[in-house]
Structures are given as C-alpha cells and as structure tokens.
C-alpha cells in the first residue's frame, strides 16, 4: 500500500505542477489586445498590485456582491490556507517556528473550512438562483474537499494515526526513498482525496487560482491614454 | 416582433428583491438576423452553411482562434467557479426573471460548448461537467441570448475574479458573425458608417443643412451667432460626436450645448463629415477589424483636418472606444514610439488630454472661470444623473479613478440649483444599464428594452416620489434614445430625459464674455 499511495503522489504531483504550469504559460502567452479593466481602477502598476492584493485577501468584489457568499466563501479560504500551512509540519525537518506558530489555530480552522464549505454546499441547494446554475461537478468538488476535511478532522479528533510515521513516509517521499505508511483507514481515504484533488485542479474551475491573476478586467492598469497598448497580432495590421 | 403590445412589468415594492425564476421567460426575443446583403458588405458570410457540420466546425475553428488571442476570453472560460455572486446582477435579469439573463449563465451558454471541445473533463465525462455539444440549437439559443445583453459590465464589478460577460457576448457575437449568423440592427448600422459616415445614414449635404438650420435656431433664441462648423481646415478642435445629437431629441438639445461652450470659451472646432459618428458598433459585435476600421475614420479625419485636439461628444460607448482603445487603435493619445502613432501624436497638442470628453472640457472651463453661467435658468429643474455604463465601468474622465463620476456631476451642480442623487447601489460604478446598450437598441427587441430598465425605472421613481425630479440627466446618445422611448411605459414624461450639455445650454452666458 505504501507504494500505491507513493506512486499515487508522484503523479498527482507531476500533473498539479505540469497542469497548472502549462495553464500559466498559456495564459501568459495569450495577448490581452485592449485595455478593459473594470473601471474605476488604479492608474499605476501599484495600484493594481494593491486592487489584486485586496481581491486575493478579501474578496473585494465578493464582498460589494453578496455578503453571504462573502463571508462563507473568505471563511472556507482562510481556513483551507491555515489548513494548508499547518501541513507543511509533515513535509519539514526541523518544523519552522511560524508553522509551530500556527499548529492550534491550523487545528481548528479544520473546522471551519469544513462550516465554510457546508454552508456554501447548502446554498446550492436552497438558493433558487446557485441551484440552477450548479452542476453535478460543482457538487462533487463541495463534496471532494468536504471530505478531506472530514477525514482529516477524524485522524486528528477521533481515530488518532500514527502521525510520526506518516511525516516519516512523506520525508522518504521528497528524498524518493518509501518508508511505510500506517495502515489506517481515514488516513487512506484522506490521502486519496487530496491526491484526487491536485489531480483534478488544472483541468477543473479550481483554475479560478491562478485564473485570477490574468483577469484583464483586474490586472491591467487604466493609463490608456497615456501609454499605447498594442498587441503584436493588432501590431501586424498597421504594417499591412 | 408580433404578438402583443409590450408592457412594463409592474415596480417591485421592496427592491431589491430577487426575482424567481422563470425559464425560458426570453427564449422568444430573438432579435431580426441580418440578411446577407449586410453579412457581406462587412465580409461576413451572408448566411449559414448548407450543411451543419460545415457550420458546427467553423464555429469551434473560430472558437481556437479567439482562445489564441484574447487573454480575457481564455481566462473567463476557465474560471468561473458558479459561486452565484453575478446571478442577481443583471438588469436583464432583474426585469425579466429568465435565469439565462444571469451573467453566469449567459457565459454558460458558451462555457458549455467550451469545456466539451477544449477541456479533457469535458471531452471524457461531458454530463459531469456541464458540457454539450454545438448543435444548431445551442447556436440558436447563443444568438438569442447574446443580443440579451448590453455588454454594460455591472456583472464585472461583483465577480471575484473579474469575469466580464461583456467580453463572452462579444466573443459569442463575433463567432455568430463568421458563420453568417448576424444581428440585423447592429451590422446594417456598421454598413452605413462605411458607406456615409455615420450610423444614421445622414449624407455630408444633410449634415451641413442641419447644422445651418441649428444656427438660425440658437441665433433666434438667443440673438447670438453661435457656429456650428463642418469640415473646418485648421481648427484647432475636432469634435466627434453620435450622430443622434445631429437631429434626434433630446440630443440635439446638447449639441447646441456643446457649441455654446466653444463659442462662450472662443475656441475654433469643428466637426467633420468623415467622421460624423463617434458611434463605434465594431465593439458590440467584438470584431476588432471592425472596430479599428471605424475608428480609424476619426484619425483620417484628424489628420486631413491638421486639428490639435480631439473632442468627443455624450456617448458611453464611444467615450470607452475613444478613451480605452483608440490609442490602441488609431494612436490618438500619447506616449507612443511607433511611426504610425507618431505620425498623428506629433500633430497633437498634449498640453490637453488626448482624446478628451467634451466634459472634461466644460469643466476644466469652468474652473478657469472661461464660462459662466445664470444657474437660475435650470430652477425649473429638479435634476438627478444616470451614470451611463460604459462610462463608469469601461472608461475615466479627469486625472484621478473616478473622475467619470464626479465631473458630471460637478458640471450639473454648477450649472443647475436642484440636484438629487439616485439610491446608492444603483450609481457610479453599480450603474444599471438603461436597458438599450450594446446593439439592443432596436424595435424587435423592444419587449426587453422595457424589462431592462425596470431597475432604474425603480430608482427614478423614488427620487420622483421624494423629491419631486423631473429632469433625468445623462451623457449617452443610446441611453437617451432608450430613455425617451421606455419613460412612458412607466409612466413617465419623455421630456424628462435630457443631456448634461442641455443643462449647460440652458444656463450658459454668452455674447458679453
């Protein structure tokens, strides 16, 4: 089993890293040929620093939008970072003080992704609106991350793994040397589901990450009058 | 349309209250197809294939295209996470309850086709994700439901990610438009500023006979010899304005406006038969050939005419063409390095912004004291403003973000006593459209033009309640037209309805400067 699930995180790894990449790359190298952001926007490269930055920690736009998907979606992300950021204990020798820092709010903040998502989960179901607009993907991605929460909440809560063991599986695995993972069923289940995850994210709406930093309508700053923004294929008109 | 005689829906009592869903409330408004006559002259195909694979894979082949050069378009596709934060955004929506008015599902409708022919999930496990195939209904239902929005950006604003479905209806028409699948209204009207000059068919004769005939009128009203010049070699102003200002109400009422301040300032203009349509339809339909083409009328224009300045006139999206793109397109602007900008930015005098709207230009007047006015004049007017779309979301006035917004307004209370603001929300950059934006502007669709500005319809009529408006102030030659044609429906005069530069007109002092 401890080669399945090695095998099974070599992959999921390549394709998140490769996937998203490769999205990157692309959207990268896609010519934005007109200036649309969304206006009023700042008129400097600052001041879109500072607009993304405001989008990325608060969900500026969100929050002008609707206050319950605000605070339920910002709750699910907060907490899904802390969650994240904790992890990195199991990837690190010695364990960084800032992540020793964070172990108990990380702990609990488990907890509320797991608030954040079943609210956002129930809206699709009694808002008239998000239920038409839902697709069976959305449902089973609610349910994905839902269950990584519940599994992982349960090895820490109720069914304790042996936890130093599996840090010792996952050291072995970044220096590609397998040690044996616990036989342990949430543990399984967790790390299948996480591995499901990274799997999925560059070919699913989890790109909405890396998506909202080529956003035109946030990203560009509005100086259209000062400078010309030309595009090389719009470029190629006025040679003709 | 046949059927019935339109009717506005009823003003919702608590708004804003979320309406329920009524699907397929707009699946009939399909707006008059062009005939192939238009198709052709703008290098479309006039009709679609015979067969429909012919035309199923044309339209994905275009699809590839725009995915290869349009950042926005790619990155919108992908990153929709249907979280719901648009779904009561739209005053299509608002005011008709047909859930493919909400912006996320207007993108769907292309989202879909999208996922099945360019995302493996939707290649391997379509019903999974919400993908389908292109069939000629799906076709059908796009074309019906992209000319069901007026591409006016409010949706943008709430996204957390920025999508505007301004760009995936202007990517949807722009893929109709290459299988031969085009909206009447929009392409005839491209069509004839090819052809004369303006997107009302008025020929160079008519332009100068009106503009005559408006100099006897403002000389009778008010003993002065205000110019309305056409054509002016050596002017040191180009004006590009929508041709409604030339004869249709209440816009004319602030092309005498416009004129007055020139004349009050002494600043020689002038306007130009080449480009007498700041009107640019080449961005509704998001074909950039277009756009540019018609854009590049005004550059023509400027350079056979030798101007300094390029001024434009009240028009929302023409004052985001000119303002957003036409650096882009045209090199009217600054800061360029290339010859063919240069050519044209050399001639310009950069003292003033390039271009710049006509109330930049009334006010920074005003602040130099170059106008004055008799603001009792406006007394009989209790004025409120509608931001115009295009303008708040998708352009900028004066130095700093934001300025689209005040400037106006600064111009209304200098020249006016009664000035009231509508609900917050529903201004500034959460402006509602009119209803009429974006190539809707047309009679078969007039069912939803009504529907559509139930939202600001709502808004108008509190302030009429409580302060007893009369006077709708706005800078968009659609929202005007708009306005004065659905105002009724509602109950409301159509003389309401009026510029910011009819203000101006009314209170300007002229002769004794």
Same mark, same amino acid.
């Given at each position: 089993?401890?080669?399945?699930?090695?095998?099974?995180?070599?992959?999921?790894?390549?394709?998140?890293?490769?996937?998203?990449?490769?999205?990157?790359?692309?959207?990268?190298?896609?010519?934005?040929?007109?200036?649309?952001?969304?206006?009023? *926007?700042?008129?400097?490269?600052?001041?879109?620093?500072?607009?993304?930055?405001?989008? !990325?920690?608060?969900?500026?736009?969100?929050?002008?939008?609707?206050?319950?998907?605000? *605070?339920?979606?910002?709750?699910?992300?907060?907490?899904?970072?802390?969650?994240?950021? &904790?992890?990195?204990?199991?990837?690190?020798?010695?364990?960084? +003080?800032?992540?020793?820092?964070?172990?108990?709010?990380?702990?609990?903040?488990?907890?509320?992704?797991?608030?954040?998502?079943?609210? !956002?989960?129930?809206?699709?179901?009694?808002?008239?609106?998000?239920?038409?607009?839902?697709?069976?993907?959305?449902? !089973?991605?609610?349910?994905?991350?839902?269950?990584?929460?519940?599994?992982?909440?349960?090895?820490?809560?109720?069914?304790?793994?042996?936890?130093?063991?599996?840090?010792?599986?996952? !050291?072995?695995?970044?220096?590609?040397?397998?040690?044996?993972?616990?036989?342990?069923?949430?543990?399984?289940?967790?790390?299948?589901?996480?591995?499901?995850?990274?799997?999925?994210?560059?070919?699913?709406?989890?790109?909405?990450?890396?998506?909202?930093?080529?956003?035109?309508?946030?990203?560009? %700053?509005?100086?259209? &009058?000062?400078?010309?923004?030309?595009?090389?294929?719009?470029?190629?008109?006025?040679?003709? | 349309?046949?059927?019935?005689?339109?009717?506005?829906?009823?003003?919702?009592?608590?708004?804003?209250?979320?309406?329920?869903?009524?699907?397929?409330?707009?699946?009939?408004?399909?707006?008059?197809? %062009?005939?192939?006559?238009?198709?052709?002259?703008?290098?479309?195909?006039?009709?679609?294939?015979?067969?429909?694979?012919? @035309?199923?894979?044309?339209?994905?082949?275009?699809?590839?295209?725009?995915?290869?050069?349009?950042?926005?378009?790619?990155?919108?596709?992908?990153?929709?996470?249907?979280?719901?934060?648009?779904?009561?955004?739209?005053?299509?929506?608002?005011?008709?309850?047909?859930?493919?008015?909400?912006?996320?599902?207007?993108? +769907?409708?292309?989202?879909?086709?999208?996922?099945?022919?360019?995302?493996?999930?939707?290649?391997?496990?379509?019903?999974?994700?919400?993908?389908?195939?292109?069939?000629?209904?799906?076709?059908?239902?796009?074309?019906?439901?992209?000319?069901?929005?007026? /591409?006016?950006?409010?949706?943008?604003?709430?996204?957390?990610?920025?999508?505007?479905?301004?760009?995936?209806?202007?990517?949807?028409?722009?893929?109709?438009?290459?299988?031969?699948?085009?909206?009447?209204?929009?392409?005839?009207?491209?069509?004839?500023?090819?052809?004369?000059?303006?997107?009302?068919?008025?020929?160079?004769?008519?332009?100068?006979?009106?503009? /005559?005939?408006?100099?006897?009128?403002?000389?009778?009203?008010?003993?002065?010899?205000?110019?309305?010049?056409? #054509?002016?070699?050596?002017?040191?102003?180009?004006?590009?304005?929508?041709? *409604?200002?030339?004869?249709?109400?209440?816009?004319?009422?602030?092309?005498?406006?416009?004129?007055?301040?020139?004349?009050?300032?002494?600043?020689?203009?002038?306007?130009?038969?080449?480009?007498?349509?700041?009107?640019?339809?080449?961005?509704?339909?998001?074909?950039?050939?277009?756009?540019?083409?018609?854009?590049?009328?005004?550059?023509?224009?400027?350079? /056979?005419?030798?101007?300094?300045?390029?001024?434009?006139?009240?028009?929302?999206?023409?004052?985001?063409?000119?303002?957003?793109?036409?650096?882009?397109? @045209?090199?009217?602007?600054?800061?360029?390095?290339?010859?063919?900008?240069?050519?044209?930015?050399?001639?310009?005098?950069?003292?003033?912004?390039?271009?710049?709207?006509?109330? /930049?230009?009334?006010?920074?007047?005003?602040?130099?004291? %170059?106008?004055?006015? #008799?603001?009792?004049?406006?007394?009989? &007017?209790?004025?409120?403003?509608? +931001?115009?779309?295009?303008?708040? &979301?998708?352009?900028?006035?004066?130095?700093?973000?934001?300025?689209?917004?005040?400037?106006?307004?600064?111009?209304?209370?200098?020249?006016?006593?009664?000035?009231?603001?509508?609900?917050?929300?529903?201004?500034?950059?959460?402006?509602?459209?009119?209803?009429?934006?974006?190539?809707?502007?047309?009679?078969?669709?007039? #069912?939803?033009?009504?529907?559509?500005?139930?939202?600001?319809?709502?808004?108008?009529?509190?302030?009429?309640?409580?302060?007893?408006?009369?006077?709708?102030?706005?800078?968009?030659?659609?929202?005007?037209?708009?306005?004065?044609?659905?105002?009724?429906?509602?109950?409301?005069?159509?003389?309401?309805?009026?510029?910011?530069?009819?203000?101006?007109?009314?209170?300007?002092?002229?002769?004794?400067?």
């Amino acid at each position: 089993m401890s080669l399945v699930f090695a095998a099974l995180f070599y992959l999921a790894s390549a394709v998140l890293v490769i996937g998203v990449a490769r999205k990157i790359v692309d959207y990268w190298r896609t010519p934005a040929p007109l200036l649309i952001p969304t206006t009023p *926007a700042p008129t400097t490269q600052g001041g879109v620093v500072l607009r993304m930055f405001r989008e !990325l920690a608060f969900f500026e736009s969100l929050f002008k939008a609707n206050l319950w998907i605000w *605070a339920l979606g910002w709750l699910f992300h907060v907490s899904l970072a802390l969650v994240v950021l &904790r992890h990195l204990r199991y990837f690190t020798e010695p364990v960084w +003080d800032w992540v020793a820092f964070i172990q108990p709010f990380g702990m609990y903040a488990g907890f509320a992704m797991a608030a954040g998502l079943a609210g !956002l989960w129930a809206r699709r179901f009694l808002v008239e609106r998000i239920r038409y607009i839902s697709t069976f993907s959305d449902h !089973l991605m609610l349910a994905l991350l839902l269950g990584i929460a519940a599994s992982g909440l349960m090895m820490k809560f109720v069914a304790h793994t042996d936890i130093v063991a599996v840090k010792t599986f996952f !050291l072995g695995l970044m220096l590609f040397d397998i040690q044996p993972l616990p036989g342990d069923g949430p543990l399984y289940a967790h790390l299948s589901l996480v591995a499901l995850l990274m799997l999925a994210f560059p070919f699913s709406k989890l790109l909405h990450a890396p998506g909202v930093f080529f956003s035109p309508s946030r990203n560009q %700053a509005d100086n259209p &009058r000062e400078r010309r923004h030309l595009s090389a294929w719009a470029a190629k008109l006025e040679a003709k | 349309m046949a059927g019935p005689d339109p009717k506005a829906p009823a003003l919702r009592e608590y708004f804003p209250a979320i309406p329920a869903l009524q699907p397929g409330a707009m699946a009939g408004a399909k707006s008059y197809v %062009a005939n192939d006559k238009i198709q052709e002259s703008l290098g479309f195909p006039g009709q679609l294939a015979e067969s429909w694979q012919d @035309t199923h894979d044309a339209v994905i082949a275009k699809m590839g295209d725009l995915l290869g050069k349009q950042r926005a378009f790619k990155v919108y596709m992908d990153a929709c996470v249907h979280c719901g934060a648009c779904t009561d955004k739209c005053h299509y929506f608002i005011g008709t309850n047909d859930p493919k008015n909400m912006p996320v599902a207007r993108q +769907d409708l292309m989202r879909s086709v999208y996922r099945r022919y360019f995302t493996l999930p939707g290649k391997l496990f379509p019903k999974l994700v919400g993908a389908r195939d292109l069939t000629s209904e799906v076709l059908d239902e796009w074309y019906t439901y992209y000319n069901q929005c007026s /591409e006016c950006r409010r949706c943008s604003v709430f996204c957390p990610y920025g999508i505007d479905t301004a760009e995936i209806t202007m990517a949807g028409r722009e893929m109709l438009d290459s299988v031969g699948y085009g909206q009447k209204y929009s392409n005839e009207i491209i069509a004839k500023v090819h052809k004369i000059g303006n997107n009302l068919g008025l020929p160079g004769p008519a332009l100068t006979n009106t503009l /005559e005939g408006l100099e006897e009128d403002v000389k009778e009203d008010t003993g002065i010899d205000v110019r309305y010049p056409l #054509d002016v070699q050596g002017a040191e102003v180009l004006f590009v304005t929508p041709s *409604a200002d030339f004869f249709a109400e209440p816009h004319i009422e602030s092309l005498i406006g416009y004129g007055k301040v020139f004349h009050a300032a002494g600043i020689s203009w002038t306007l130009s038969t080449k480009a007498s349509e700041a009107g640019n339809f080449g961005m509704f339909i998001g074909n950039y050939d277009q756009l540019r083409k018609i854009a590049l009328r005004v550059r023509e224009a400027a350079l /056979e005419l030798g101007v300094k300045r390029i001024v434009v006139g009240e028009c929302g999206h023409a004052w985001r063409v000119a303002y957003s793109f036409w650096n882009t397109l @045209t090199g009217i602007g600054a800061g360029a390095d290339d010859p063919f900008a240069i050519q044209l930015q050399s001639q310009l005098d950069h003292r003033y912004k390039q271009p710049m709207h006509i109330c /930049e230009l009334t006010w920074d007047l005003i602040g130099q004291g %170059a106008i004055s006015f #008799d603001k009792e004049a406006n007394d009989h &007017r209790i004025i409120t403003f509608h +931001d115009s779309c295009n303008v708040a &979301r998708g352009s900028r006035m004066g130095d700093s973000p934001g300025g689209q917004f005040e400037i106006p307004r600064n111009i209304i209370r200098a020249v006016a006593n009664h000035y009231v603001e509508m609900a917050p929300g529903t201004t500034h950059e959460q402006t509602f459209c009119c209803g009429g934006g974006g190539g809707l502007l047309t009679d078969d669709l007039l #069912d939803l033009r009504i529907k559509g500005a139930l939202p600001r319809m709502e808004t108008l009529q509190q302030v009429v309640d409580s302060h007893g408006v009369n006077f709708m102030a706005t800078i968009c030659a659609i929202c005007k037209a708009q306005f004065t044609k659905v105002v009724p429906y509602y109950g409301f005069k159509m003389s309401m309805i009026g510029g910011v530069h009819q203000l101006v007109s009314t209170a300007i002092r002229l002769g004794d400067k």
